[in-house]
């Protein structure tokens, strides 16, 4: 086919959209406002760590099948690491008690009957609760639909649903968590298992899929911010970008991968997400000990999730609105002193460190901001939305992003 699909944004969900459309043997041009690729989710090099670091710790789980297509499509399986079973250590700092949470790989849930596989402090019907959350009702927050207190909810479902939907748990949306439950433990531990890309994430996702793209005959250009969306009667007929105009082919089609504030401000009445939450990370410049878990869980601290690295321990911190006016450093004293706590480090002299505060990481998983999540398809014949702030039917994660780009070039191609 002749026709030219331009994708505007190369973070995961442009990319994986024009890797899909490329595969599949159309003509693909891609577009970004920034420098670089991968948005929200990429690598870069801090001088004042001297090192690499991604601008936000991400975790991959193994029943994530459209991040693994991804990753397969581009050549990078390899670069996604984990246990060859699924195994989550955790700490409580107020107590300093640790345990290994070893769910089975098949979905008959026998591990919650063993003592050394589950939370300790709570028994095996406690789980059972979090079972409502597969059948909520739209609409329904998770504080309306479990029971949110108690060790269990304390030392897993509260930092779990923290993590994926990056809003506190009692006012987020439960059938968002009902479907992270679905695709995750509900499935099994074979669905679970933990993928980190320790070499980063742009060595994993993002510089692989574009000299994918660039083999299919796509070079994205960069410093390209998308100004104007001229519309006549039921199509897109032009792009108007800061130093050059793209009029539109007969055939031809757009996808937008933009944030949701840019896609509102370019395509007339958009009903997108309005509310966003926070995440912070901080890294340190420190060889993690030996026996070191790649993802540690910590319960009563201000850290939530300590990730390590070959060159580094990072820590994420999700509905961190509350620390983004915070003195950075400050904040790294703090962690660190957990950090060190954690992995039998010193608590001083602090090490090398770095602060990351990604205002607006991802929108509030709310069930007011789910109703606004537009679906792929728009009102005009030949514009296509893509981003994990669309309604993928998960919350904003990488494995959403990826969903949102190849829904968009499925439905492409399908006319």
């Known amino acids: 086919m002749s026709e030219t699909i331009h994708v505007v944004g190369a973070g995961l969900a442009g990319l994986a959209c024009a890797l899909r459309l490329a595969d599949a043997g159309r003509r693909v041009a891609l577009y970004e406002a920034a420098r670089m690729a991968g948005g929200r989710c990429r690598s870069y090099f801090d001088?004042?760590?001297?090192?690499?670091?991604?601008?936000?710790?991400?975790?991959?789980?193994?029943?994530?099948?459209a991040a693994r297509d991804y990753a397969k499509r581009i050549g990078a399986s390899d670069a996604l690491v984990g246990p060859d079973e699924c195994a989550f250590d955790f700490l409580d700092a107020r107590t300093g008690e640790r345990w290994r949470l070893r769910p089975n790989a098949s979905r008959v849930p026998w591990w919650?009957?063993?003592?050394?596989?589950?939370?300790?402090?709570?028994?095996?019907?406690?789980?059972?609760?979090?079972?409502?959350l597969l059948f909520a009702k739209d609409g329904a927050t998770i504080g309306?639909?479990?029971?949110?207190?108690?060790?269990?909810?304390?030392?897993?479902?509260?930092?779990?649903?923290?993590?994926?939907?990056?809003?506190?748990?009692?006012?987020?949306?439960?059938?968002?968590?009902?479907?992270?439950?679905?695709?995750?433990?509900?499935?099994?531990?074979?669905?679970?298992?933990?993928?980190?890309?320790?070499?980063?994430?742009g060595d994993a996702l993002?510089?692989?899929?574009?000299?994918?793209?660039r083999t299919r005959g796509v070079e994205p250009r960069f410093?390209?911010?998308?100004?104007?969306?001229?519309?006549?009667?039921?199509?897109?007929?032009?792009?108007?970008?800061?130093?050059?105009d793209v009029t539109l082919e007969q055939g031809d089609a757009v996808?937008?991968?933009a944030p949701p504030w840019i896609a509102q401000e370019l395509i007339p009445g958009l009903v997108a997400p309005d509310d966003f939450r926070a995440i912070v990370n901080a890294h340190f410049k420190i060889l993690p000990p030996p026996?070191?878990?790649?993802?540690?869980?910590?319960?009563?601290?201000?850290?939530?999730?300590?990730?390590?690295?070959?060159?580094?321990l990072s820590v994420t911190i999700s509905g961190a609105d509350r620390l983004i006016d915070d003195a950075r450093e400050a904040l790294a004293t703090k962690i660190w002193a957990?950090?060190?706590?954690?992995?039998?480090?010193?608590?001083?002299?602090?090490?090398?460190?770095?602060?990351?505060?990604?205002?607006?990481?991802?929108?509030?998983?709310?069930?007011?901001?789910?109703?606004?999540?537009?679906?792929?398809?728009t009102a005009w014949d030949n514009l296509w939305l893509a981003g994990d702030w669309t309604n993928t039917g998960l919350p904003a994660t990488i494995e959403g992003s990826i969903r949102s780009g190849y829904r968009a070039a499925d439905l492409i191609g399908a006319l």
């Not at 039921?234 to 050059?244: E, N, Y």
Request: hydrophobic content about 45%.
């Open 206 to 213: 993002i510089e692989p899929a574009l000299r994918t793209l």
């Open 338 to 377: 957990e950090v060190a706590a954690a992995t039998g480090r010193p608590a001083g002299p602090l090490p090398p460190w770095q602060i990351v505060k990604e205002k607006r990481a991802t929108f509030a998983a709310t069930p007011a901001q789910e109703k606004r999540r537009p679906d792929a398809k």
């Open 291 to 312: 026996d070191q878990p790649l993802l540690l869980g910590m319960i009563g601290t201000l850290t939530e999730w300590l990730f390590s690295f070959d060159d580094r």
């Open 255 to 257: 996808v937008l991968a």
């Open 47 to 65: 001088p004042s760590l001297g090192l690499t670091i991604d601008n936000g710790n991400h975790l991959l789980l193994s029943g994530n099948k």
């Open 144 to 201: 309306e639909t479990m029971r949110c207190k108690g060790p269990l909810w304390e030392r897993l479902w509260r930092p779990v649903l923290l993590s994926a939907l990056n809003t506190e748990p009692e006012e987020a949306s439960a059938k968002l968590a009902g479907a992270v439950l679905r695709e995750t433990l509900a499935a099994g531990g074979a669905a679970c298992r933990p993928m980190v890309a320790k070499g980063g994430l």
């Open 223 to 244: 410093g390209a911010r998308l100004r104007e969306i001229v519309f006549e009667a039921s199509r897109v007929a032009a792009l108007h970008f800061g130093d050059r």
């Open 112 to 132: 919650i009957f063993v003592a050394n596989r589950r939370v300790p402090g709570a028994g095996p019907l406690a789980y059972l609760d979090a079972g409502r």
